[in-house]
């Protein structure tokens, strides 16, 4: 069942591999701009030099969304009296990950993820790693158990996608599930 209220949504890019996720949720939720209220993003640096060597562009900036920088800590989502419902990270590294889980709050988006698990809003970590050591699989826990979504880049195949957009967006779409979005894709047994 998806929530029919207005979102207001934090996206953050972080420097694990994977940046086809998060031009792929850009895409689709800025598409989706009758359901949210507000959208932000906040990007590590490493993210854009990651984003840059797997898409060969720097065409975050061509997003007209409100970003943030990692030290901006007076961005609206820093506080719960931001009243941000949802944070997405994708793709979501395991060091930042480690960072979460384990109550630090060194940046902007650290600090954004602790504030969405102390008010108990949705945060949903794309993790995207291979292989899990044990320590990402307990941090994975940690999270989990402090109310935390981890969804792993793991796409579908049940829709038989064709290209390379289409794979990485059987991942977003169920990432916009998680975060209440109601997103026209495939469907099992419909």
Same mark, same amino acid.
């Given at each position: 069942?998806?929530?029919?209220?207005?979102?207001?949504?934090?996206?953050?890019?972080?420097?694990?591999?994977?940046?086809?996720?998060?031009?792929?949720?850009?895409?689709?939720?800025?598409?989706?701009?009758?359901?949210?209220? *507000?959208?932000?993003?906040?990007?590590?640096?490493?993210?854009?030099?990651?984003?840059?060597?797997?898409?060969?562009?720097?065409?975050?900036?061509?997003?007209?969304?409100?970003?943030?920088?990692?030290?901006?800590?007076?961005?609206?989502?820093?506080?719960?009296?931001?009243?941000?419902?949802?944070?997405?990270?994708?793709?979501?590294?395991?060091?930042?990950?480690?960072?979460?889980?384990?109550?630090?709050?060194?940046?902007?988006?650290?600090?954004?993820?602790?504030?969405?698990?102390? *008010?108990?809003?949705?945060?949903?970590?794309?993790?995207?790693?291979?292989?899990?050591?044990?320590?990402?699989?307990?941090?994975?826990?940690?999270?989990?158990?402090?109310?935390?979504?981890?969804?792993?880049?793991?796409?579908?195949?049940?829709?038989?996608?064709?290209?390379?957009?289409?794979?990485?967006?059987?991942?977003?779409?169920?990432?916009?599930?998680?975060?209440?979005?109601?997103?026209?894709?495939?469907?099992?047994?419909?």
């Amino acid at each position: 069942m998806v929530d029919s209220i207005m979102k207001k949504t934090v996206i953050a890019i972080t420097g694990a591999s994977g940046s086809i996720y998060a031009q792929t949720l850009l895409k689709k939720i800025t598409a989706l701009k009758d359901q949210w209220t *507000e959208l932000s993003v906040v990007m590590s640096d490493n993210a854009k030099e990651v984003w840059s060597t797997e898409l060969g562009n720097d065409s975050w900036k061509e997003f007209l969304i409100k970003n943030y920088g990692t030290k901006d800590f007076s961005a609206p989502f820093a506080s719960g009296s931001g009243q941000y419902d949802s944070m997405i990270l994708i793709p979501c590294s395991m060091g930042t990950l480690g960072r979460i889980a384990s109550g630090i709050s060194n940046d902007l988006i650290s600090r954004a993820a602790d504030v969405m698990l102390k *008010e108990k809003r949705k945060l949903i970590c794309v993790v995207r790693e291979t292989p899990y050591s044990l320590i990402h699989i307990r941090n994975m826990e940690t999270v989990t158990l402090a109310g935390g979504i981890i969804c792993p880049a793991t796409p579908s195949f049940y829709s038989r996608p064709s290209t390379i957009e289409e794979v990485a967006a059987t991942v977003v779409d169920r990432v916009l599930d998680l975060a209440g979005y109601d997103v026209s894709t495939f469907r099992w047994g419909k």
